[in-house]
């Protein structure tokens, strides 16, 4: 059989106590992937920079399956009592920048007269998913397709070098 993929939508912040319900939530005697994906970034607190991760997109979780079904529909609660969404979607294209698992590394690269060029890190290649750097913060705003819409996210990126 085909390997279907849905998105579950739910509220953002504590989405392993969603996945935990999730499980519960969904029948999962065909289920095959549960994801959340998650980025890193650079942040600098007391006077040295540090590695974090954080959720690339806030209450959205993937599921895929040969049939995935959620107990009374598409719409219902989790054990924690939440409500959660499930819609059919295309495989995520988060899964291409990710090297293995669900994590999206960082990115580094420069910018040559005015042009951004990535050097190493997910985004190499892919310069034209790049909609808005901040070099503060290390980050980019990159636009994805997410259930037949696009979607701006957040990554790492860090700008090593500025050439005029």
């Known amino acids: 059989?085909?390997?279907?993929?849905?998105?579950?939508?739910?509220?953002?912040?504590?989405?392993?106590?969603?996945?935990?319900?999730?499980?519960?939530?969904?029948?999962?005697?065909?289920?095959?992937?549960?994801?959340?994906?998650?980025?890193?970034?650079?942040?600098?607190?007391?006077?040295?920079?540090?590695?974090?991760?954080?959720?690339?997109?806030?209450?959205?979780?993937?599921?895929?399956?040969?049939?995935?079904?959620?107990?009374?529909?598409?719409?219902?609660?989790?054990k924690q009592n939440r409500e959660v969404s499930l819609t059919p979607c295309e495989i995520p294209y988060l899964k291409e920048l990710c090297d293995n698992g669900t994590l999206i590394g960082i990115s580094r690269g420069v910018i040559r007269n005015g042009a951004t060029v990535v050097t190493s890190g997910p985004l190499k290649d892919r310069e034209y998913l790049i909609r808005k750097i901040d070099r503060h913060k290390r980050t980019a705003e990159i636009e994805i397709p997410l259930a037949g819409s696009r979607k701006q996210i957040t990554v790492g990126l860090e700008i090593y070098e500025k050439e005029i």
């Open 1 to 78: 059989m085909r390997k279907i993929w849905y998105l579950l939508k739910c509220k953002a912040g504590n989405e392993t106590d969603y996945l935990d319900g999730h499980l519960e939530l969904v029948e999962s005697r065909e289920t095959e992937e549960i994801l959340c994906f998650q980025y890193q970034r650079m942040m600098r607190y007391g006077g040295t920079w540090h590695l974090e991760k954080r959720m690339a997109l806030p209450g959205c979780i993937f599921v895929s399956g040969t049939n995935v079904l959620m107990k009374g529909g598409r719409q219902g609660r989790s």
